[in-house]
T-cell receptor, first 112, second 115 residues
Framework: DAKTTQPPSMDCAEGRAANLPCNHS???????VYWYRQIHSQGPQYIIH???NNETNEMASLIITEDRKSSTLILPHATLRDTAVYYC?????????????FGRGTSLIVHP | DAGVIQSPRHEVTEMGQEVTLRCKPI?????LFWYRQTMMRGLELLIY????????DSGMPEDRFSAKMPNASFSTLKIQPSEPRDSAVYFC?????????????FGQGTRLTVV
């Protein structure tokens, strides 16, 4: 299964864009990149996912490099409520990596 | 749908007692996962079921832990006997396998304290 590497912590000023990087250099062709976040005392929550194209939804944007070995989650206008741990995982629609396995993630602190 | 429902939200028990955590997955989902989260170890996968059948329980820490899924709408995680080191937040999640978007939906968790 592909593993991911994320910085342990980041901070961002409120109103600015938060760019959270993730390396997944061993990702295989059928594996998607998924992002979740976990706000304190809550269960992880799905944010966005992608295969090879950039994706955008109401929560965030996902930029995946052309070689698919890394990606960046972008929160365009971070708010204090975006303070959370952000997890990047790779997941297939088949096989063992279908099972969501979480690393330590990136602890994002948004400050006033 | 109300999402994944876990009960109780908080449980405090004495060492040696039996603890049962409960989970109701989202209707129609065919995968159910049990996770444990601690500061030391992060979010660990304990066991998962597919169509009510346990597939991989290699994450279950020891024989004191057991999980069942008697039907598609209910699962339990039991610890007997409980120990202080079992104190953690236990999450249940469910998902529907398929192509495209197949994210896991998590419950609010059960915070277990063993004293």
């Amino acid at each position: 299964d592909a593993k991911t590497t994320q910085p342990p912590s980041m901070d961002c000023a409120e109103g600015r864009a938060a760019n959270l990087p993730c390396n997944h250099s061993t990702i295989s062709g059928n594996e998607y990149v998924y992002w979740y976040r976990q706000i304190h005392s809550q269960g992880p929550q799905y944010i966005i996912h992608g295969l090879k194209n950039n994706e955008t939804n109401e929560m965030a944007s996902l930029i995946i490099t052309e070689d698919r070995k890394s990606s960046t989650l972008i929160l365009p206008h971070a708010t204090l409520r975006d303070t959370a741990v952000y997890y990047c995982i790779v997941r297939s629609s088949s096989g063992g990596s279908y099972i969501p396995t979480f690393g330590r993630g990136t602890s994002l602190i948004v400050h006033p | 749908d109300a999402g994944v429902i876990q009960s109780p939200r908080h449980e405090v028990t004495e060492m040696g007692q039996e603890v049962t955590l409960r989970c109701k997955p989202i209707s129609g989902h065919d995968y159910l996962f049990w996770y444990r989260q601690t500061m030391m170890r992060g979010l660990e996968l304990l066991i998962y079921f597919n169509n009510n059948v346990p597939i991989d329980d290699s994450g279950m820490p020891e024989d004191r832990f057991s999980a069942k899924m008697p039907n598609a709408s209910f699962s339990t995680l039991k610890i007997q006997p409980s120990e202080p080191r079992d104190s953690a937040v236990y999450f249940c999640a469910s998902s529907l396998r398929g192509t495209g978007r197949t994210e896991a939906f998590f419950g609010q968790g059960t915070r277990l304290t063993v004293v």
